[in-house]
C-alpha cells in the first residue's frame, strides 16, 4: 500500500499495549474489590479486517464481564488484533492473500478510533500450538510495560492480568484441543453451521479448562460479514467506483472508513470511498 506506508509497518515490531497498560492502572484506581482483569486477543487471518471481528470483541467484553472467573470479578482491559504470518494466509488464500504489512496497516487503522484496541504486528499463525505460545508471550511483555510504571497498584499480587485468545466456533470445530486452554471462543445463535459442533464439543470434553469460556451472542448483534465478500465487492468496486454502486454500500458497512481509505487508495478510486 505504498513504500512509505509499508515501510513503517515494516518498523512496528514492538506490541505497542500502552492503551491496554492506561486502561489497567485507570481501573485499578477504582476498582476496590478483587478482581482478573483480561486482554482480549483476536488471532486470525484478518485479509481483511472488518466491523465483525471488532463488534465481536466489543460483544464479548460485555458477556464477559457479566460473569466471574473463579469467584473473582472480571475486568476487560482491551482488545488487541493479531493478523496471522504472512506464510499462513499464503498458504490458505493464495492469491487472494494481502501482505502482513498491509494487514498490519488496516489493523492499525481499524484500532485508531477505537479505545481500547491495540494490535499485535508479529504475524502469529494460526494454529494452536502458537495460539498457546502467544498467550505467554504477550503476558510477559505487557508486565515490563505495566513494570515501567510507578504505580504500586500494578504489584498488588491479588490483581492477575491475562491474555485470553479469541477465537470463532469455527476454529473450536477445527482445533477441539483449545477447550483445554485458556480461550474464548464467540459465535451468534445463527452460525447454523459450527455453532452445535462446537457446543457438542464442549459438553463432551472431560479436561475442559476453568478459564475455557464459549460464549453465544444473540442472533443480528454482531454483523455477518465475510472477508472473502470483502475482497470479491473491492474487485468491484475497483472497476465500478460509483459511489451509489452496491459493492460500495457493502464495503462502507463492512470496513471501517480508516481501512477502506486504505483500499480505495491502493485501488485508485480513494475519492469515492467517503463521498
Known amino acids: 500500500m505504498g513504500n512509505k506506508r509499508q515501510k513503517s509497518a515494516g518498523k512496528a515490531r514492538e506490541w505497542d499495549c500502552s492503551k491496554v497498560v492506561s486502561r489497567i492502572t485507570h481501573s485499578l484506581s477504582s476498582q476496590s474489590d478483587d478482581c482478573v482483569f483480561l486482554v482480549l486477543v483476536l488471532s486470525g487471518a484478518l485479509n481483511p479486517v472488518h466491523r465483525g471481528h471488532t463488534e465481536m470483541l466489543r460483544h464479548s467484553k460485555k458477556l464477559l464481564e457479566q460473569s466471574s472467573l473463579d469467584g473473582r470479578s472480571v475486568v476487560?482491559?482491551?482488545?488487541?488484533?493479531?493478523?496471522?504470518?504472512?506464510?499462513?494466509?499464503?498458504?490458505?488464500?493464495?492469491?487472494?492473500a494481502i501482505s502482513l504489512g498491509d494487514r498490519v496497516l488496516m489493523c492499525e487503522a481499524a484500532a485508531h478510533s477505537e479505545e481500547l484496541t491495540c494490535v499485535v504486528p508479529f504475524g502469529i499463525a494460526s494454529a494452536?500450538?502458537?495460539?498457546?505460545?502467544?498467550?505467554?508471550?504477550?503476558?510477559?511483555?505487557?508486565?515490563?510495560?505495566?513494570?515501567?510504571?510507578?504505580?504500586?497498584?500494578?504489584?498488588?499480587?491479588?490483581?492477575?492480568v491475562h491474555i485470553l485468545p479469541v477465537y470463532g466456533s469455527d476454529f473450536l470445530v477445527r482445533c477441539p484441543q483449545a477447550a483445554?486452554?485458556?480461550?474464548?471462543?464467540?459465535?451468534?445463535?445463527?452460525?447454523?453451521?459450527?455453532?452445535?459442533?462446537?457446543?457438542?464439543?464442549?459438553?463432551?470434553?472431560?479436561?475442559?479448562?476453568?478459564?475455557?469460556?464459549?460464549?453465544?451472542?444473540?442472533?443480528?448483534?454482531?454483523?455477518d460479514f465475510s472477508s472473502t465478500a470483502i475482497r470479491e465487492a473491492l474487485e468491484v468496486a475497483s472497476k465500478a467506483p460509483e459511489p451509489a454502486s452496491e459493492a460500495w454500500g457493502y464495503l462502507k458497512r463492512a470496513l471501517h472508513p480508516d481501512v477502506l481509505d486504505l483500499f480505495a487508495a491502493r485501488d485508485g478510486v480513494g475519492a469515492a470511498a467517503n463521498e
Open 180 to 223: 483445554r486452554q485458556p480461550t474464548l471462543i464467540t459465535f451468534r445463535q445463527d452460525e447454523e453451521d459450527t455453532a452445535e459442533r462446537a457446543e457438542q464439543i464442549v459438553a463432551s470434553e472431560t479436561k475442559l479448562h476453568p478459564s475455557f469460556r464459549l460464549l453465544k451472542v444473540e442472533s443480528g448483534a454482531i454483523p
Open 76 to 96: 476487560v482491559a482491551g482488545y488487541a488484533l493479531a493478523p496471522s504470518s504472512e506464510s499462513y494466509v499464503k498458504r490458505k488464500l493464495g492469491a487472494h
Open 128 to 160: 494452536l500450538h502458537t495460539a498457546a505460545e502467544m498467550r505467554p508471550c504477550l503476558e510477559r511483555r505487557l508486565r515490563i510495560a505495566m513494570d515501567h510504571l510507578e504505580s504500586p497498584a500494578c504489584f498488588d499480587p491479588k490483581h492477575d
